[in-house]
């Protein structure tokens, strides 16, 4: 057992699997010599070798198509997308490619890759680097969709991913990387080393994709969150005193139905966190299909809490995250409605 | 004084519509024989000529000509021709079926049809093509089988794709033929990658990918030729220019100012024009890029000038935008006609022959087509419909297990 940030975690999942599996690399911007800019990939081309980690030109779709055409291939290839802001240039490769190959060809051809790419708000990155697009990757049928939001979960998870033969997008909560946060900017930033989700193994495991992981047991109200936003939810329950049951989904496609409506079967009241914003968004998924599943057991309307429908400001960044106040609102209004 | 007092915008115009004469003044054209052919092993930055010339092979008189003429056997020569015509059987028998409603759309390769039968004679079977929904010969030149690719154009019960594709969007791994989508440009990188990952593996396979001059204007088209000049991909990329984009000519997607062919320099890769109706300039242009590839020395642009004759698809009136005798005015005349005259001057092949040979290629797809549609046309006999759940992904989660569940009830 090592001490580890999420970032080393996410290293040691990929040096594990370069080690593994000699059909696994490693390409996208910067990745290479010089180790990523968020130091993802750093001595992953030292150890392996150029060939097994190095750099690609600046061109999403290019990486992606060519991922594609390698995992055809049988290879096994993880690509960075070094900002979660810039896939969209390879959407329609992610979209019309990888995740419908499989089904178009029946079966001939199938694109067992995986993109990294580090998402999500809190870092003064204005609108250009900070979106959570999670939502616009889970309504495409064929593609599966996860968010770390330990080091632990990061490393189990992001093997799991590789493993994978189906293309998998692996959403960093790139706030995270260095230390859990609980949505308090003022507050000095405090490092995953005092977390014991910083305990991570040097060696192989994997987190099957689909396992949600119960944070945080509680009777009154289940919160439904990934990513960054676990650790807001926890605070908010923390600080309100609420005793919510925190749900950290890891993976939201493909989603574990059943622990989510367990849950709220159990507490009859559920709100649904997410940094991305409202309209169309995750939770409204997670809303429709709890209200589908646990109509009969909800005592409170379906709550959502979630950025604004608007870019992410730069200035204005702590005004748009959904921080433990607005959480913590949230909890109030669902335990206290009446039916 | 070069300066204009107003600026106007160019919007082009191409040379002909219905009922004007057909002109293809604008294609640079030269005799066969004329053109160089350089070593394989040379380097591109010596063959920076070689987009704007024209490799043609077959003259006039059916004769080959100059460099790029390498003695191909008569097997070879036969098993083209055939392929072709059985191409050609096909595509307008199909026509003929959609025609009547038992499919629901269908897209011929009339004129094209030695630019993908030769290629396909000259990859190997570990290699890999990445076509277009126009380059059905390939599969043709390998003996696919003519009833897998009718069962697909009718979705029936027995179609190899289980209903999940449109017709001629086929799919064929074991004959190294990469899945089609209607999408245009996005597999060329699929292809890169796949060459990629071949060198990657110390393997000596090879890709080839198809698109059409008008899929050149694709964003995805100019990252695959970044990412094959950058890695070397062993790789061969053929643009087929057919002239038409559906109603668009060549000119709309850039064809006025320069060739196809020259896009290769900028990425410092040879690019190769090549007379797209010459069968035997297109194998020998082919093995050729196939010969640098599997040296290590990378990819090549090829061009391949040619024309569509046949309308876009089934859901197309070329009557409405081009002059409709533009095949018997195209200068590079019918890739069948081109072949069949060279093999008769070759003294290996008669009309008579020929004659029989059309009849054979006709009573095999009629026979095919029959037993097609004896499984069943569009919408007659399915696949089970529960299997529309599957290859979703490669373990169903509970949405599909749930859905399909829903579906039979």
Same mark, same amino acid.
């Given at each position: 057992?090592?001490?580890?940030?999420?970032?080393?975690?996410?290293?040691?999942?990929?040096? /594990?699997?370069?080690?593994?599996?000699?059909?696994?690399?490693? %390409?996208?911007?910067?990745?290479?010599? %010089?180790?990523?800019? %968020?130091?993802?990939?750093?001595?992953?081309?030292?150890?392996?070798?150029?060939? @097994?980690?190095?750099?690609?030109?600046?061109?999403?779709?290019?990486?992606?198509?060519?991922?594609?055409?390698?995992?055809?291939?049988?290879?096994?290839?993880?690509?960075?997308?070094?900002?979660?802001?810039?896939?969209?240039?390879?959407?329609?490769?992610?979209?019309?490619?990888?995740?419908?190959?499989?089904?178009?060809?029946?079966?001939? %051809?199938?694109?067992?890759?995986? /993109?990294?790419?580090?998402?999500?708000?809190?870092?003064?990155?204005?609108?250009?680097?900070?979106?959570?697009?999670?939502?616009?990757?889970?309504?495409?049928?064929?593609?599966?969709?996860?968010?770390?939001?330990?080091?632990?979960?990061?490393?189990?998870?992001?093997?799991?991913?590789?493993?994978?033969?189906?293309?998998?997008?692996?959403?960093?909560?790139?706030?995270?990387?260095?230390?859990?946060?609980?949505?308090?900017?003022?507050?000095?930033?405090?490092?995953?080393?005092?977390?014991?989700?910083?305990?991570?193994?040097?060696?192989?495991?994997?987190?099957?994709?689909?396992?949600?992981?119960?944070?945080?047991?509680?009777?009154?109200?289940?919160?439904?969150?990934?990513?960054?936003?676990? $650790?807001?939810?926890?605070?908010?329950?923390?600080?309100?005193?609420?005793?919510?049951?925190?749900?950290?989904? @890891?993976?939201?496609?493909?989603?574990?139905?059943?622990? /989510?409506?367990?849950?709220?079967?159990?507490?009859?009241?559920?709100?649904?966190? $997410?940094?991305?914003?409202?309209?169309?968004?995750?939770?409204?998924?997670?809303?429709?299909?709890?209200?589908?599943?646990?109509?009969?057991?909800?005592?409170?309307?379906?709550?959502?809490?979630?950025?604004?429908?608007?870019?992410?400001?730069?200035?204005?960044?702590?005004?748009?995250?959904?921080?433990?106040?607005?959480?913590?609102?949230?909890?109030?209004?669902?335990?206290?409605?009446?039916? | 004084?070069?300066?204009?007092?107003?600026?106007?915008?160019?919007?082009?115009?191409?040379?002909?519509?219905?009922?004007?004469?057909?002109?293809?003044?604008?294609?640079?054209?030269?005799?066969?024989?004329?053109?160089?052919?350089?070593?394989?092993?040379?380097? *591109?930055?010596?063959?920076?000529?070689?987009?704007?010339?024209?490799?043609?092979?077959?003259?006039?008189?059916?004769?080959?000509?100059?460099?790029?003429?390498?003695?191909?056997?008569?097997?070879?020569?036969?098993?083209?021709?055939?392929?072709?015509?059985?191409?050609?059987?096909?595509?307008?028998?199909?026509?003929?079926?959609?025609?009547?409603? &038992?499919?629901?759309?269908?897209?011929?390769? #009339?004129?094209?049809?030695?630019?993908?039968?030769?290629?396909?004679?000259?990859?190997?079977?570990?290699?890999?093509?990445?076509? #277009?929904?126009?380059?059905?010969?390939?599969?043709?030149?390998?003996?696919?089988?003519?009833?897998?690719?009718?069962?697909?154009?009718?979705?029936? +019960?027995?179609?190899?794709?289980?209903?999940?594709?449109?017709?001629?969007?086929?799919?064929?791994?074991?004959?190294?033929?990469?899945?089609?989508?209607?999408?245009?440009?996005?597999?060329?990188?699929?292809?890169?990658?796949?060459?990629? *990952?071949?060198?990657?593996?110390?393997?000596?396979?090879?890709?080839? +990918?198809?698109?059409?001059?008008?899929?050149?204007?694709?964003?995805?088209?100019?990252?695959?030729?970044?990412?094959?000049?950058?890695?070397?991909?062993?790789?061969?990329?053929?643009?087929?220019?057919?002239?038409?984009?559906?109603?668009?000519?060549?000119?709309?997607?850039?064809?006025?100012?320069?060739?196809?062919?020259?896009?290769?320099?900028?990425?410092?890769?040879?690019?190769?024009?090549?007379?797209?109706?010459?069968?035997?300039?297109?194998?020998?242009?082919?093995?050729?890029?196939?010969?640098?590839?599997?040296?290590?020395?990378?990819?090549?642009?090829?061009?391949?000038? #040619?024309?569509?004759?046949?309308?876009?698809?089934?859901?197309?009136?070329?009557?409405?935008?081009?002059?409709?005798?533009?095949?018997?005015?195209?200068?590079?005349?019918?890739?069948?006609?081109?072949? &069949? =005259?060279?093999?008769?001057?070759?003294?290996?092949?008669?009309?008579?022959?020929?004659?029989?040979?059309?009849?054979?290629?006709?009573?095999?797809?009629?026979?095919?087509?029959?037993?097609?549609?004896?499984? =069943?046309?569009?919408?007659?006999? &399915?696949?089970?419909?529960?299997?529309?759940?599957?290859?979703?992904?490669? #373990?169903?989660?509970?949405?599909?297990?749930?859905?399909?569940?829903?579906?039979?009830?």
């Amino acid at each position: 057992m090592a001490t580890m940030n999420m970032i080393q975690a996410i290293n040691s999942a990929l040096d /594990v699997m370069l080690d593994r599996d000699p059909k696994a690399l490693i %390409f996208g911007e910067d990745v290479g010599y %010089f180790g990523g800019v %968020f130091r993802a990939t750093d001595g992953l081309a030292a150890k392996y070798g150029a060939k @097994r980690c190095f750099d690609a030109p600046i061109s999403e779709g290019g990486i992606i198509a060519t991922a594609i055409g390698m995992g055809a291939y049988g290879l096994r290839p993880v690509v960075e997308i070094q900002f979660a802001d810039y896939i969209l240039p390879a959407y329609d490769q992610l979209v019309s490619e990888a995740a419908r190959l499989r089904y178009r060809s029946a079966g001939d %051809f199938w694109a067992p890759i995986t /993109v990294r790419t580090p998402y999500g708000g809190g870092i003064f990155g204005g609108q250009t680097h900070s979106s959570s697009p999670e939502a616009i990757f889970t309504h495409v049928t064929g593609l599966k969709t996860v968010i770390p939001s330990t080091p632990h979960d990061a490393k189990g998870l992001l093997i799991a991913a590789i493993e994978e033969d189906d293309p998998v997008i692996f959403l960093e909560p790139k706030r995270i990387y260095q230390g859990p946060f609980d949505g308090h900017p003022e507050r000095p930033a405090t490092p995953w080393s005092q977390h014991p989700a910083s305990d991570v193994p040097e060696g192989y495991y994997a987190i099957p994709l689909g396992t949600a992981n119960v944070v945080r047991a509680g009777r009154a109200v289940t919160v439904l969150a990934y990513g960054t936003m676990v $650790h807001v939810a926890l605070a908010a329950a923390a600080e309100t005193g609420i005793d919510a049951e925190v749900i950290d989904l @890891r993976s939201l496609v493909p989603l574990d139905i059943d622990t /989510v409506t367990a849950s709220v079967r159990k507490t009859g009241r559920c709100v649904i966190v $997410h940094e991305a914003s409202r309209f169309g968004g995750y939770g409204a998924e997670l809303s429709a299909l709890v209200q589908e599943e646990c109509f009969y057991h909800l005592q409170a309307p379906i709550e959502r809490v979630t950025g604004w429908d608007t870019p992410y400001p730069h200035a204005f960044e702590w005004d748009y995250f959904p921080g433990p106040a607005r959480v913590g609102k949230a909890l109030k209004r669902c335990v206290e409605a009446e039916t | 004084m070069l300066r204009n007092s107003r600026l106007s915008l160019h919007i082009p115009e191409p040379p002909a519509r219905p009922g004007d004469r057909p002109d293809f003044r604008h294609l640079d054209l030269r005799p066969a024989g004329e053109t160089r052919r350089p070593e394989p092993e040379t380097p *591109a930055h010596e063959m920076r000529d070689m987009p704007y010339a024209l490799v043609r092979v077959l003259d006039e008189d059916g004769q080959a000509q100059g460099p790029w003429a390498r003695g191909l056997p008569p097997e070879t020569l036969r098993k083209g021709l055939e392929a072709m015509l059985l191409t050609r059987a096909f595509d307008d028998r199909i026509f003929r079926i959609h025609r009547q409603g &038992k499919t629901s759309f269908f897209m011929r390769s #009339t004129g094209e049809e030695a630019l993908a039968v030769a290629p396909s004679l000259v990859l190997e079977p570990g290699d890999m093509c990445f076509p #277009t929904y126009r380059n059905v010969g390939f599969l043709m030149a390998r003996d696919y089988p003519l009833l897998d690719l009718v069962n697909q154009i009718f979705s029936n +019960a027995r179609d190899p794709l289980k209903g999940r594709q449109m017709p001629v969007l086929y799919s064929a791994r074991d004959y190294g033929f990469y899945s089609v989508s209607g999408n245009l440009g996005s597999r060329v990188g699929h292809a890169v990658g796949w060459a990629m *990952a071949s060198a990657w593996s110390g393997d000596d396979r090879i890709a080839l +990918a198809y698109i059409g001059e008008g899929t050149t204007a694709e964003g995805a088209v100019h990252e695959a030729l970044t990412f094959a000049s950058v890695y070397h991909a062993p790789a061969i990329l053929a643009i087929s220019n057919n002239q038409w984009a559906i109603s668009s000519f060549q000119g709309v997607a850039g064809g006025e100012e320069t060739t196809f062919a020259a896009r290769a320099l900028a990425y410092g890769l040879p690019g190769l024009r090549v007379d797209g109706n010459d069968f035997l300039a297109v194998h020998a242009a082919v093995s050729w890029a196939a010969e640098r590839a599997r040296s290590n020395l990378g990819a090549t642009l090829i061009e391949f000038v #040619t024309l569509r004759i046949a309308g876009h698809s089934t859901s197309d009136d070329p009557t409405r935008y081009r002059p409709d005798d533009e095949a018997r005015a195209f200068p590079l005349g019918d890739p069948v006609e081109r072949l &069949k =005259g060279h093999m008769i001057a070759l003294g290996i092949w008669t009309p008579e022959d020929h004659e029989a040979l059309v009849a054979a290629c006709e009573e095999r797809i009629r026979a095919a087509v029959k037993q097609g549609e004896s499984i =069943g046309t569009l919408g007659v006999t &399915k696949p089970p419909v529960g299997t529309m759940f599957e290859d979703v992904f490669k #373990t169903p989660d509970w949405r599909q297990i749930r859905q399909r569940r829903e579906v039979e009830g």
